[in-house]
């Protein structure tokens, strides 16, 4: 519910992101240990790199959303037995935060789609969800003045990795 109706609302364009400095270790180290309070019995890697700012202009709260849905995905997709890993980088005017899982991925013939509203991959058919997530993450991002990329091999896994700039 609350998934369609962040969608509306950024349908309608009712959702505004309120920027203000923050750290994103911090950021990233908050939504591992919620995740971990959702499902204790799996391992969150984080991994943030030497070079990684200690500060990002953006809307944390929206920031969170994004990476709480990539992380709580990869969960959702991947073995028990594996960790997923959030991995830091920066790029030019930048900073990279990649969720990684070795998962089911997605098949290269609906990989056009994956962002796409109601998106479901056939091979996450048993797994819960109504194809909401990355749509309206990928949004965000762009609300945020970032952008939402992927790669993935079915099979083997996938990476997600939210865009941001440092400054506004």
């Known amino acids: ?7 509306i609302r950024l349908d309608g364009g ?9 750290d994103p270790a911090a950021l990233i180290s908050g939504v591992a240990m919620r995740q971990l309070e959702l499902t204790p019995e799996r391992r969150i890697e984080v991994h943030i790199a030497p070079d990684t700012p200690a500060s990002l202009v953006t809307d944390p ?13 990869a969960i959702k997709y ?4 594996e960790p997923v890993h959030i991995i830091t980088r920066t790029e030019p005017e930048r900073i990279a935060i990649g969720v990684h899982d070795r998962g089911i991925g997605i098949s290269e013939e609906e990989q056009p789609r994956v ?15 109504i194809g909401l997530g990355l749509n309206i993450s990928q949004r965000l991002a762009i609300l945020l003045g970032g952008l939402l990329s992927f790669q ?8 997600f990795t939210l865009h941001l700039p ?3």
């Not at 519910?1 to 969608?7: A, N, P």
């Not at 009712?14 to 923050?22: D, G, I, R, S």
């Not at 709260?61 to 995905?73: D, G």
């Not at 993935?152 to 990476?159: A, C, E, L, W, Y």
């Open 61 to 73: 709260l929206l920031a969170e959303q994004i990476l709480t849905n990539l992380v709580s995905n």
């Open 14 to 22: 009712q959702l505004e992101a309120y920027k203000q400095p923050c």
């Open 1 to 7: 519910m609350e998934m369609t109706l962040k969608s």
């Open 78 to 81: 991947s073995p028990t037995n």
């Open 166 to 168: 440092l400054k506004e």
């Open 115 to 129: 962002f796409s509203r109601f998106f479901r991959s056939k091979t996450s058919r048993n797994i819960s969800g």
């Open 152 to 159: 993935s091999r079915q099979g083997v896994g996938s990476t």
